[in-house]
């Protein structure tokens, strides 16, 4: 028996399966080096989209070069990315969540905008086998800015937009999900 009437949930990594752990590590390292939080927040963010890292068009050396340029931060660059790594804490409520809506017959998939980090903390920890299928901005050189890529994950699982969940901690997100038909949650801690 179904407990619901959705053939599909998709949940975004970062906020949402887990603590938001880029904003948080660049926010303690903005921190650690005396610098507003926001304003090297808001740098990281444009260097991981502009470098096309998050597509998978860079690299990580092409964004931690951005990243500096940018912000004028010098440091070690593996030390910075396994700091943000390790704030990535997986939420267990999220995980048995999708592992019950799998009992009951439900796809379950991450959608997220994501670089290769995802693959290196899913090697860590094993979130990815509490669902379906991984949809990576980094692996499909496509991100929840376009709606082709919600789309795309629709067509991927076979399922319609309208019996389909989207859980996301951005609004942006969860309105052009919606736009296209499917239900969307903002979730918020």
């Known amino acids: 028996m179904r407990p619901c009437d959705l053939d599909a949930v998709l949940f975004d990594f970062g906020g949402v ?9 660049v926010q303690a390292l903005a921190s650690a080096h005396g610098r507003d939080p926001r304003e090297i927040w808001t740098a990281g963010l444009n260097a991981v989209w502009d470098s096309g890292y998050v597509f998978g068009k860079g690299t990580e050396a092409d964004f931690w070069t951005l990243f500096k340029a940018r912000t004028g931060l010098e440091g070690d660059e593996a030390a910075w990315r396994e700091d943000i790594l390790a704030r990535f804490v997986v ?3 999220m995980l048995a969540l999708a592992d019950e809506l799998r009992r009951a017959g439900v796809v ?4 997220s905008d994501q670089t290769d980090w995802l693959a290196r903390m ?14 990576n901005s980094f692996d499909h050189a496509m991100s929840k800015r376009d ?12 399922v319609a937009a ?3 969940l989207f859980i996301d901690d951005n609004l942006g997100n969860v309105e052009r ?9 903002l979730y918020q801690d």
């Open 17 to 25: 399966i887990a603590e938001e752990g880029f904003a948080q590590g």
């Open 91 to 93: 939420r267990p409520w």
């Open 108 to 111: 379950t998939a991450i959608l």
């Open 122 to 135: 899913d090697a860590r920890l094993g979130f990815s086998r509490h669902f379906d299928q991984v949809f």
């Open 147 to 158: 709606p082709a890529f919600f789309r795309f994950a629709l067509e991927r699982l076979g």
């Open 162 to 164: 309208p019996r389909t």
């Open 177 to 185: 999900a919606r736009a296209l038909g499917l239900h969307g949650v």
